[in-house]
């Protein structure tokens, strides 16, 4: 799937925003990328875990896992097309943790997928667990890297679109001080 392919689906389905937002991570930006938009759409999560399952074709994956409420759709779409199994981690108590019964064995091959990277901190925090089981992890596959291919999780990161979206530390932030009102989308503090 080529880039323009992926960018028309995010549009048309409404998921790339332009307004004064307050991202998971704490900054602000003037875009968003409101995923559960394109995931509404079960044709086009179809399509764009395709996508990543296709650049991951080359390494053995027995289990795909992302973060919640993100990575859900993903991990198990993602895990259908590759034939292997689908779970996501939770936050609890400040930290991701695998409920529901979900475990990951050791030495099981494990492909960590998100939707949206600002900083990489739900992603490292998701990656940190699969470590501590003992997994292996074969890469990371993002929908949208918002840094522009500046963070670094120290594995392959495979991501559809890769954008360098400018984001602010809210004291900096040139659209706090334009006075624009700021909109807190997201499940973070859900």
């Not at 779970?87 to 960590?112: D, P, S």
């Not at 470590?131 to 670094?152: F, K, Y």
Request: glycine share 10%; hydrophobic share 40%.
């Amino acid at each position: 799937m080529k880039l323009i392919e992926i960018m028309d689906l995010l549009e048309e389905s409404g998921a790339y925003l332009e307004g004064h937002f307050l991202l998971t991570s704490g900054r602000h930006s003037e875009r968003y990328f409101e995923k559960f938009r394109v995931l509404e759409h079960p044709q086009y999560a179809e399509r764009l875990c395709s996508e990543l399952a296709r650049r991951f074709q080359d390494v053995a994956v027995d289990v795909v896992i992302g973060p919640a409420i993100g990575g859900i759709i993903l991990a198990y779409e993602t895990a259908r097309q590759l034939g292997a199994r689908a779970i996501f981690a939770e936050r609890e108590a400040g930290r991701m943790q695998l409920r529901r019964g979900f475990a990951i064995e050791a030495g099981e091959k494990v492909l960590v997928v998100e939707d949206v990277v600002t900083t990489g901190g739900s992603v490292q925090e998701v990656v940190e667990l699969v470590e501590q089981t003992a997994g292996h992890i074969q890469g990371i596959g993002i929908l949208m890297d918002r840094s522009g291919g500046a963070v670094d999780l120290g594995y392959r990161l495979e991501a559809l679109v890769t954008l360098d979206i400018q984001s602010y530390d809210p004291q900096e932030c040139p659209l706090c001080r334009q006075g624009i009102p700021i909109t807190q989308r997201g499940s973070r503090n859900i």
